[in-house]
């Protein structure tokens, strides 16, 4: 049974950081890759950040670029979104996902794309 856990979610003033971490267990696809998304009340869930298993590409969202960095350690079986310069309008509820196979990206990840998805984590950003 394939598995995401995620955690590193919180309060967070402006300007502060957070690490997410999301755990997988219960796969061994040949080729995969780790999404992030995020989902604010009455909004639909967009993908923030993603990283390919095989050659470690990655995707970030525009609102991220130069605050969020993405990595996963393949023998651990762990990813982690690395989130700096918080700003309020970060403030959502955060997933990681699976797409299994091999990706290329060619735009922004879509929420249907993906197989597997984890129980999310909620991060406020607030003073």
């Known amino acids: 049974e394939v598995q995401l856990v995620e955690s590193g979610g919180g309060l967070v003033p402006p300007g502060g950081s957070l690490r997410l971490s999301c755990t997988s267990s219960?796969?061994?696809?040949?080729?995969?890759?780790i999404g992030w998304f995020r989902q604010k009340p009455g909004k639909e869930r967009e993908a923030v950040s993603a990283?390919?298993?095989?050659?470690?590409?990655?995707y970030y969202a525009d609102s991220v670029k130069g605050r969020f960095t993405v990595s996963s350690d393949n023998a651990k079986n762990t990813h982690e979104l690395q989130m700096t310069n918080l700003k309020p309008e970060d403030t959502a509820v955060y997933y990681c996902?699976?797409?299994?196979?091999?990706?290329?990206?060619?735009?922004?990840?879509?929420?249907?794309?993906?197989?597997?998805w984890g129980q999310g984590t909620q991060v406020t950003v607030s003073s």
């Open positions: 996902a699976v797409q299994v196979g091999t990706v290329v990206f060619t735009g922004r990840p879509r929420a249907y794309q993906y197989d597997y």
């Open positions: 219960g796969f061994s696809f040949d080729d995969y890759t």
């Open positions: 990283i390919t298993h095989n050659d470690g590409s990655t």
